[in-house]
Structure formats: structure tokens, C-alpha cells
């Protein structure tokens, strides 16, 4: 069941593919992608071949666009309440004291 499993996805990634664009601007970077070539660049044919989609990365000739959220003041990080030696020794003999207590209590009810 599991190598019928494999063997399909293996099948459909094969499926899956895109024509690479060879792009070359006029100081002659090339630039691969699998989108039309930016403008003031140059498309090349080299035959090269469709590669599977996964290891195409579509390249941006324009930066992203800010989101509207990115300027929003951000909520503060809560910060970690640290405890000292002193706060620890205090809470431990507190509860040694109230084990204490209820060990003499079980006493007294059980006589």
C-alpha cells in the first residue's frame, strides 16, 4: 500500500512541470525564471528543457508590496518574571510546612 502511495506522488511530480525562460539584461546577467523576462532584458533560447516545478523559484522584476499591517505598532513581549534564591528557599519551606500539617492532621483523624 505504501509503495503504490510512493509510486503515485513520485508520478505526479513528474507531471508537474514549467518552461524556464532564459533572460539576459545588457550589462549580461542572465536571469532564470519561469515567468516572461522583465523589460530592458532579452529572452534566450538554449532548448532547455521543462525542469519539475519544485525546483523552479519565480523571480520578481518589482519588489512586493509593503502590507498594510507592517506599519501597525507591534503588542510588547511579556517579559519573564525571574525568581530569586530567596523567593524559592521561601516558597519550599512553606510547603514543607504545610506537608507538615497534614501529616499531623492524618494523625489526629486517624486515632
Do not use: Y
Not at 502511495?5 to 518552461?19: K, Q, S
Not at 532564459?22 to 523576462?37: F, I, K, Q, S, Y
Not at 508590496?65 to 505598532?73: E, G, H, I, M, Y
Not at 525568581?83 to 489526629?108: F, G, N
Amino acid at each position: 500500500m505504501k509503495f503504490i502511495l510512493c509510486a503515485a506522488l513520485v508520478a505526479m511530480t513528474g507531471v508537474a512541470g514549467a518552461a524556464v525562460n532564459r533572460c539576459v539584461d545588457a550589462e549580461g546577467h542572465v536571469l532564470l525564471t519561469d515567468v516572461d523576462c522583465p523589460q530592458g532584458s532579452r529572452a534566450e533560447d538554449d532548448n532547455i528543457e521543462r525542469v519539475p516545478a519544485a525546483m523552479t523559484t519565480s523571480v520578481a522584476s518589482a519588489p512586493a508590496p509593503r502590507s498594510r499591517w507592517a506599519d501597525l505598532p507591534r503588542a510588547q513581549a511579556r517579559k519573564t518574571v525571574g525568581t530569586d534564591v530567596a523567593t524559592l528557599q521561601a516558597a519550599r519551606q512553606s510547603l514543607t510546612m504545610e506537608d507538615e500539617l497534614r501529616k499531623q492532621r492524618r494523625l489526629v483523624s486517624a486515632r
